[in-house]
């Protein structure tokens, strides 16, 4: 039996077992798509492959994009501000962490737009460790979304 549900004004028919696929895989199963076809009935043997083809099923897209959006927008996450956390992975510096003589700088004097590159910090025998997230990744997201308005010489 096909369900409609509506997605940007747009009809889109979904089965009751693709509706429960992308609802699980948006909740219960936290975005993981073997798990979300298990739990929407499909077979432990072959969740795997369900779940994969499931998520290239353009009705199925469209729905999880829609309900993501509409999740996302009601907690106020906006692709300004996801672009403006990976702008501040990508142009992180170390020395917005240390200061002249490598030593770690104290959490008041790293500027909060800055601190937000720090993976992890974690207290060691010797000193602290930080982890920074991965910049090259942040730099290759952004010129993804730059590549085509970059001039080239």
């Given amino acids: 039996m096909k369900q409609s549900s509506k997605i940007n004004c747009e009809e889109s028919h979904l089965s009751d077992k693709e509706l429960r696929f992308a609802n699980y895989y948006l909740g219960e199963a936290n975005l993981n798509a073997t798990e979300a076809a298990k739990l929407a009935g499909y077979s432990p043997n072959t969740a795997r492959q369900q779940g994969s083809r499931m998520l290239t099923n353009v009705n199925i897209k469209k729905y999880i994009q829609s309900k993501s959006s509409e999740i996302l927008e009601s907690i106020g996450v906006t692709q300004e501000k996801v672009l403006a956390e990976i702008v501040k992975i990508a142009f992180a510096d170390i020395t917005d962490f240390f200061n002249d003589d ?47 308005d970059a001039p080239t010489r």
């Fill in 102 to 148: 490598w030593s770690l700088k104290q959490v008041s004097e790293i500027p909060k737009e800055k601190s937000a590159a720090i993976k992890s910090l974690r207290k060691t025998e010797t000193g602290v460790s930080i982890l920074i997230h991965d910049k090259e990744k942040a730099l290759s997201l952004l010129w993804e979304l730059v590549k085509d």
